[in-house]
């Protein structure tokens, strides 16, 4: 299923474009890397660019800092029937389980509007961070 929202284009205005150089990923990870680019670059997902306004895509470091203080965890799944979606996973956190709440509901109706659907077998609610989001990723299932 594709999403009816539109593509747009952003005005950069008269800004320099900034082109920010591909970090290399760790030498034991280099295989899967490329056997993911490969793989993503034959579906359609990614292309080649030569764009003066050129960034490598997130790391894992920088994404578990932005977890940092979290506690509650919410791991959303989409369906796609084809490759047409780089990122379906969808990572819902905070520090308070009203904020939890809220965010959550703020994201299931972006889906719904996107046209979009999950998987609820891989779709994990309400998982609370045992080390308070300091640190370790360890989390448990509220509805054991």
Excluded at 121 to 141: I, P, Q, Y
């Amino acid at each position: 299923m594709r999403t009816t929202i539109t593509q747009h284009h952003i005005e950069p205005g008269a800004a320099a474009p900034i082109r920010q150089r591909a970090r290399r990923p760790p030498l034991a990870k280099w295989e899967e890397a490329e056997a993911k680019i490969r793989e993503m670059a034959a579906a359609g997902i990614i292309q080649s660019s030569d764009s003066p306004w050129g960034s490598p895509a997130v790391l894992i470091d920088d994404a578990l800092n932005s977890v940092s203080g979290s506690t509650w965890f919410n791991s959303l799944d989409l369906r796609s029937g084809r490759a047409d979606l780089l990122a379906d996973d969808i990572l819902v956190h905070t520090s308070t389980y009203a904020v939890v709440l809220t965010n959550l509901r703020t994201v299931f109706q972006l889906i719904a509007k996107a046209n979009l659907c999950l998987n609820p077998g891989k779709c994990s609610l309400f998982r609370l961070s045992e080390s308070g989001g300091g640190g370790k990723m360890a989390v448990t299932n509220i509805n054991r």
